[in-house]
């Protein structure tokens, strides 16, 4: 099953620069075989919330997503495979999220689902010293949570991250040739690095059953606007 990209991750590994490799989009057929076709994962009905819909986890199909890092150096293009891990709590669904192609870069992340709503717990690239939401489980429009937390990149350097999210509604969003009716979130906030402040505004489009199909972001770095943007290729 592959599925879409952490906001979260997308957000911090552009900021921060972390992951440069570069790497070829993988094959998702080969030798002319034959797709077994996938199958949704099995999830607690209880936690079939609608956060969990618009983030996307219940949908098998593959899906590929294209990423401009506002480096100047164009976009790449890269796809996330995704597989239900083991909890032992009954109250909670755990996911892991491997991404490859051109999205290796933003490594692999550790997602819970909870009564509560989509949880990031951890990823391979960025350590948080706490899960944040992600999404709620309830998104009715103008309802805002704040997330602050330290995080630490994988060179071992250490800052904070401080952010304010609000569930602004549902709009039309076009991306490529396709239309979808999308949950917007927004985002603003910052983060800090060797005593280095950032400051962050973000914007994420999420669709029913499919996921992120489109976020921009915009961070500040030495007086600098940086604008990077991931959507989904259709």
């Not at 490799?21 to 797709?35: A, D, H, N, Q």
């Not at 164009?74 to 999220?97: Q, W, Y």
């Not at 997330?147 to 490529?176: A, H, Q, R």
């Amino acid at each position: 099953m592959i599925r879409k990209v952490s906001a979260l991750s997308l957000l911090l590994v552009v900021a921060l620069g972390c992951g440069s490799k570069e790497s070829s989009v993988p094959t998702l057929e080969k030798g002319g075989k034959t797709r077994t076709e996938a199958v949704a994962p099995t999830v607690n009905a209880a936690l079939r919330h609608e956060g969990f819909s618009y983030y996307g986890l219940e949908n098998p199909k593959p899906i590929k997503m294209r990423l401009d890092q506002g480096d100047g150096k164009g976009f790449v293009e890269g796809v996330t495979t995704i597989s239900k891990e083991k909890s032992d709590n009954p109250d909670e669904e755990i996911f892991l999220a491997t991404r490859t192609g051109g999205l290796e870069r933003l490594g692999s992340d550790t997602i819970k689902v909870s009564k509560d709503g989509i949880m990031m717990v951890g990823s391979s690239v960025i350590q948080f010293s706490k899960p944040t939401m992600e999404l709620p489980a309830n998104v009715e429009p103008g309802k805002t949570w704040s997330e602050s937390t330290d995080i630490t990149i994988g060179n071992g350097t250490k800052g904070s991250l401080k952010s304010t999210y609000k569930i602004v509604g549902v709009e039309k969003v076009k991306v490529g040739a396709k239309e979808y009716e999308a949950l917007v979130v927004s985002n603003v906030g910052s983060y800090s690095i060797g005593g280095a402040k950032s400051p962050v505004e973000a914007k994420a489009w999420y669709v029913k059953g499919v996921g992120l199909v489109r976020q921009k972001s915009v961070v500040t770095q030495s007086g600098q606007k940086i604008t990077s943007t991931i959507e989904i290729v259709n």
